[in-house]
């Protein structure tokens, strides 16, 4: 990879590159101080209402039942979060705010939906002595209700607390997906316990196959209407327009998750729902997900490009930071040097990507001075990496 200076040009302000490598070790400056408090206060009260509710089901299920159901619930958790990963990989999240939606989910919105389901039993036994809730309004009016709104709620803080880690819809989408696989998780673990519980390892099965093989990503593809609808928010301007939006994907996961659990609680044929209703509207949420990373390889590309017209980069570092297969061959290299140099290449690509998406913010005049600050430092840590490189 080349070392090209500076350019002259005044776009975008160059900063003075520091001569020592530490800067490339250190975090980059800049970013909202408020993501990290936030997403360390959040991570605490996740994890406490998280022993709360594990407390609660060790009680309701015993410890070995939720010990099996635990395990089992980890293989639909696993295929979850490794497509996660390999859809957020182009620009990766921070691992601190995807503790907090992942704790969010599995924790904070199941205790939100446990307490509403109690007070309306209690309700329905005050004002209906000897009365049970309804288990059709429960499933498919109570339910889709009550758990996209807990989950959303988790989708929106991140946005509220941390603005700078929302580029786009992708985003939302990932943030949405994280929460969503931690109450996936959960509620797994609730209905493989009493399945084991009430009828057996042959029930346990049957609820395995149905939850943990044919809807894995179920409340995934619900609670991602939701984020998805924040990140388009965030991406025209973000503001009180915000909550507009919010509302807009609630209402489509709530309709969806109604239309998922009602196609389960009044269909004959199970197997032939699956295969009309939920298949294609899988299909049609991995084509949408495709599409939103191709977008996100497009910008980065494009904004890159005006830095290599300005002396920043070569246009073949461009081609080796800004497509899949020129990041590969960037690797490669990394990886056959002595020593290797893997890390900091990784490094390298993850800085040059969120420079150009703090670009992507400048340039739609939604980034402030937080995304200025970020592009200024940013750019001084991809010049003391590229020197480490090149030693």
Same mark, same amino acid.
């Not at 009828?199 to 209407?225: D, K, N, Q, Y």
């Given at each position: 990879?080349? /070392?090209?200076?500076?350019?002259?040009?005044?776009?975008?302000?160059?900063?003075?590159?520091?001569?020592?490598?530490? %800067?490339?070790?250190?975090?980059? $400056?800049? =970013?909202?101080?408020?993501?990290?408090?936030?997403?360390?206060?959040?991570?605490?009260?996740?994890?406490?209402?998280? *022993?709360? @509710?594990?407390?609660?089901? %060790?009680?309701?299920?015993?410890?070995?039942?939720?010990?099996?159901?635990?395990? *089992?619930?980890?293989?639909?958790?696993?295929?979850?979060?490794?497509?996660? &990963?390999?859809?957020? =990989?182009?620009?990766?999240?921070? $691992?601190?705010? #995807?503790?907090?939606?992942?704790?969010? !989910?599995?924790?904070?919105?199941?205790?939100?939906?446990?307490?509403?389901?109690?007070?309306?039993?209690?309700?329905?036994?005050?004002?209906?002595?000897?009365?049970?809730?309804?288990?059709?309004?429960?499933?498919?009016?109570?339910?889709?209700?009550?758990?996209? *709104?807990?989950?959303?709620?988790?989708?929106?803080?991140?946005?509220?607390?941390?603005?700078?880690?929302?580029?786009?819809?992708?985003?939302?989408?990932?943030?949405?997906?994280? @929460?969503?696989?931690?109450?996936?998780? +959960?509620?797994?673990?609730?209905?493989?316990?009493?399945? #084991?519980?009430?009828?057996?390892?042959?029930?346990?099965?049957?609820?395995?196959?149905? =939850?943990?093989?044919?809807?894995?990503?179920? /409340?995934?593809?619900?609670?991602?209407? +939701?984020? #998805?609808?924040?990140?388009?928010?965030?991406? &025209?301007?973000?503001?009180? !327009?915000?909550?507009?939006?919010?509302?807009?994907?609630?209402?489509?996961?709530?309709?969806? /998750?109604? #239309?998922?659990?009602?196609?389960?609680?009044?269909?004959?044929?199970?197997?032939?729902?699956?295969?009309? @209703?939920?298949?294609?509207?899988?299909?049609?949420?991995?084509? *949408?997900?495709?599409?939103?990373?191709?977008?996100? @390889?497009?910008? +980065? &590309?494009?904004?890159?490009?005006?830095?290599?017209?300005?002396?920043?980069?070569?246009?073949?570092?461009?081609?080796?930071?800004?497509?899949?297969? !020129?990041?590969?061959? %960037?690797?490669?290299?990394?990886?056959?040097?002595?020593?290797?140099?893997?890390?900091?290449?990784?490094?390298?690509? %993850?800085?040059?990507?969120?420079?150009?998406?703090?670009?992507? =913010?400048?340039?739609?005049?939604?980034?402030?001075?937080?995304?200025?600050?970020?592009?200024?430092?940013?750019?001084?840590?991809?010049?003391?990496?590229?020197?480490?490189?090149?030693?």
């Amino acid at each position: 990879m080349s /070392h090209l200076a500076p350019g002259p040009s005044p776009y975008p302000v160059a900063p003075q590159p520091v001569a020592a490598a530490p %800067a490339w070790a250190e975090p980059v $400056r800049g =970013r909202s101080g408020s993501g990290s408090v936030f997403a360390i206060i959040g991570i605490v009260i996740g994890g406490l209402v998280g *022993l709360l @509710v594990v407390a609660y089901l %060790a009680l309701a299920l015993g410890a070995s039942v939720l010990a099996i159901g635990s395990l *089992l619930a980890l293989v639909p958790l696993a295929g979850v979060l490794l497509a996660v &990963r390999w859809v957020d =990989r182009w620009e990766p999240e921070p $691992r601190g705010a #995807l503790w907090f939606a992942f704790l969010w !989910g599995a924790a904070v919105s199941v205790a939100i939906a446990l307490i509403v389901d109690l007070g309306v039993e209690l309700a329905v036994a005050y004002t209906q002595p000897g009365g049970a809730a309804d288990e059709v309004v429960r499933t498919v009016v109570q339910a889709p209700i009550v758990e996209e *709104l807990a989950k959303g709620l988790g989708v929106l803080l991140v946005f509220a607390f941390a603005r700078w880690q929302f580029d786009g819809p992708l985003d939302g989408l990932v943030y949405a997906a994280v @929460v969503a696989a931690g109450f996936a998780f +959960t509620e797994n673990i609730i209905y493989f316990g009493s399945a #084991l519980i009430e009828g057996g390892a042959e029930s346990l099965g049957a609820t395995f196959v149905v =939850r943990g093989i044919f809807s894995p990503f179920a /409340h995934v593809l619900f609670t991602a209407c +939701t984020g #998805l609808c924040i990140g388009i928010g965030a991406r &025209r301007g973000g503001g009180a !327009g915000v909550i507009g939006w919010f509302f807009l994907g609630l209402a489509g996961a709530i309709a969806l /998750h109604a #239309l998922w659990n009602g196609s389960l609680a009044f269909g004959d044929d199970a197997i032939g729902l699956y295969i009309t @209703v939920q298949v294609p509207i899988f299909v049609a949420a991995v084509l *949408l997900t495709l599409y939103l990373r191709r977008q996100e @390889v497009r910008v +980065t &590309r494009r904004r890159l490009a005006e830095y290599a017209g300005v002396g920043w980069f070569s246009h073949a570092e461009v081609e080796l930071l800004a497509t899949p297969a !020129g990041r590969r061959q %960037a690797k490669a290299w990394a990886r056959s040097q002595h020593p290797p140099r893997t890390a900091t290449m990784k490094r390298l690509i %993850a800085d040059a990507t969120h420079l150009a998406f703090a670009r992507q =913010r400048i340039a739609t005049g939604q980034g402030g001075a937080v995304a200025a600050a970020d592009e200024q430092a940013l750019l001084a840590s991809i010049v003391a990496g590229r020197q480490a490189l090149l030693r």
